[in-house]
């Protein structure tokens, strides 16, 4: 009997802690045609299909832009960014097609059955020289689903899904 109470405490542990902490993914349609050259600007363009009534979706279309914004260059993929319709070198389009974010409420009532936050972009990189699309992918986001974890706010779905936007134009 003490050795099945131990392997239950073992798998419960790992779902707890595989909770805890916020992940994304992505998923390439089109690899890198050629290496995004490192001293050009690009031109962030983030929308969304959903409609505008919407706040979740429209605070995070906001919030993923400005979060590309300035990682991007961070991250030295670009040399600086400006947000379309300005002119620059590559045009970065993100179309958000799904978001999903958990309440404070939510997830103190209901725990990890509430779900985690989530993102889901589809993602464009054009060279505007060429008109040439340079990458084509999906990343995603989402936040932590475990209530206790420091990492269950919605805005851990976007930081999620701007990295592994900028590590998708990165490989």
């Given at each position: 009997m003490s050795h099945f109470i131990k392997k239950v405490s073992v798998v419960l542990s790992l779902v707890f802690l595989s909770a805890c902490s916020s992940s994304g993914t992505f998923t390439i349609k089109q690899a890198l045609?050629?290496?995004?050259?490192?001293?050009?600007?690009?031109?962030?363009?983030v929308k969304s299909g959903v409609k505008e009534s919407d706040e979740d979706s429209v605070k995070a279309v906001s919030d993923l832009r400005e979060k590309l914004f300035a990682t991007l260059?961070?991250?030295?993929?670009f040399k600086s960014s400006v947000l379309a319709p300005n002119k620059a070198d590559y045009s970065l389009e993100v179309d958000v097609k799904g978001v999903r974010f958990v309440s404070t409420v939510a997830r103190l009532a209901f725990g990890v059955m509430a779900g985690a936050s989530t993102i889901?972009?589809?993602?464009?990189?054009?060279d505007m020289a060429t008109t040439k699309v340079v990458a084509e992918f999906k990343?995603?986001?989402s936040s932590a689903s475990h209530p206790?974890?420091?990492e269950t706010?919605?805005?851990?779905?976007?930081?999620e899904a701007a990295k592994n936007i900028v590590a998708a134009l990165k490989k």
């Open positions: 045609v050629e290496p995004i050259k490192n001293d050009k600007t690009v031109s962030i363009l260059v961070s991250e030295g993929v889901e972009t589809e993602v464009l990189l054009k990343a995603d986001g206790l974890s420091s706010g919605p805005e851990n779905a976007v930081r």
